[in-house]
C-alpha cells in the first residue's frame, strides 16, 4: 500500500511539475524587424499571425506576439541586451557581435535561422567614383549603423581587399547613420550630404531609377556569392526558458518562408499592402523572383563574416563553426 501510495504521489508531483513548467512559459513574445524586402519574412509572419497559428498547436493558447519596427541594428542590440526585447533580426555582424559580446552568460545570444539571401548594392550620384578607390572625404556614405551594420561590415572587407587588411577601416570616416528610407530620400535629394548609399532592396531599386545614380559594389561581390542579408536571433535564456514559444517561432518563419517562396506575386502583393511601398506590384514581384534573392532558413557565408570580425578585433572569441552561434534547429542545415 506504501508502494502505491508513494507511486502516485509521484505521479501527482510529475504532473504538477509539468504543469508549473507550461505556465512559466512566457505569454508574450516581443519581436523586432526592420524596413525592407529584407524583412519579407517577419512581414508575413505578423500579418498572418503564423506564430500565434503555431503556438496554439503547441498549446500556447494565448500567446500574444508584439512586434516593434526599427531602423538599425543599433537600436535592436540595445533592446536585446537590455531585455526588452525576445527576437531580434538583422545583418550577421550583429549577430556575431552580440553572440561574442554575450558568449558564456544567460544572456548569451544565438542565431535562430537565416531570413532571406539578398544582394546589397553600394550606389553613387557621384559620376567620378567608378570604385571604392575613388572615394574622397566630401563622400558621405550612409550604412544602417556605422561599424556594427552589415552594409558597414561589408565596406570594410571590401576596403581590406582594395587597401590591404591594415586599412580595412580606412573609409569608416565616411559613414554615416541612416535607415535606409532617410538615406534614399538624402541621396535622391540632390543636396551634397549623402553621396552613396549602401543599400538594400527595394531602395537600391528605387535608387537605380535615377539617371545620376549608378552601382559600384554589390555584397555578393564582397562575400564570393550569394550570403544571408539578414538572420533572426534570441538569447539563450529565453531559448531555454521557453522552448514552445521558441518552437512556434521557428515554425512561424519556416511557414512564411514557404509561403513567399511558393507564391511570390502574393508575397510581391502583401508587402505592398503593408508597406504602402511606391514600387508596383510587378516590380516587388521581379525583384522577390530575382534568382539571386531567396528566402531561406540556412544560414550562409556567415563563419567567413565571423572570421574577419575577429581578424580586425571586433570579436575576441574565433568561432571553428556556424554552428557554434546559431541554436540546434538549424545544425542540420548546410548552412557555412
Known sequence: MKNYIAGGFMIGAIALLQASTAAAETSEIRAAQQYGLSSLPLMIMEDAQLVEKNAKKLGLDDLKVTWLKLGGPGAMTEAIVSGD???????????????????????????????????????????????????????????????????????????????????????????????????????????????????????????????????????????????????????????????????????????????????KRAAAEAYKRITGTKESVDELYAMIADPQVEMTLTPQQTLKMATFLHQIGRIKVAPTSWKEFFFENVHDLKGS
Open 85 to 263: 526585447l525576445d527576437f531580434g533580426a538583422g545583418g550577421v555582424p550583429s549577430l556575431l557581435t552580440l553572440w561574442a559580446r554575450t558568449k558564456g552568460l544567460p544572456m548569451e545570444v544565438r542565431g535562430v535561422g537565416g531570413l532571406v539571401n539578398m544582394p546589397m548594392e553600394l550606389v553613387t550620384t557621384n559620376p567620378k567614383v567608378k570604385s571604392i578607390r575613388d572615394f574622397t572625404e566630401d563622400d558621405k556614405i550612409a550604412v544602417t549603423t556605422v561599424k556594427v551594420s552589415n552594409q558597414a561590415l561589408l565596406l570594410q572587407m571590401a576596403a581590406a581587399k582594395e587597401f590591404g587588411p591594415e586599412n580595412y577601416d580606412k573609409l569608416d570616416p565616411l559613414t554615416v547613420s541612416l535607415p535606409h528610407p532617410e538615406a534614399m530620400a538624402m541621396l535622391l535629394s540632390g543636396g551634397n550630404t549623402i553621396m552613396a548609399h549602401f543599400s538594400a532592396l527595394p531602395y537600391q531599386h528605387q535608387e537605380k531609377k535615377d539617371p545620376r545614380v549608378h552601382q559600384i559594389l554589390s555584397s555578393y561581390d564582397v562575400l564570393g556569392g550569394p550570403a544571408s542579408n539578414t538572420v533572426a536571433y534570441t538569447t539563450k535564456r529565453f531559448y531555454e526558458a521557453n522552448p514552445k514559444a521558441y518552437a512556434a517561432f521557428v515554425a512561424g518563419i519556416k511557414e512564411a518562408v514557404d509561403l513567399i517562396n511558393k507564391d
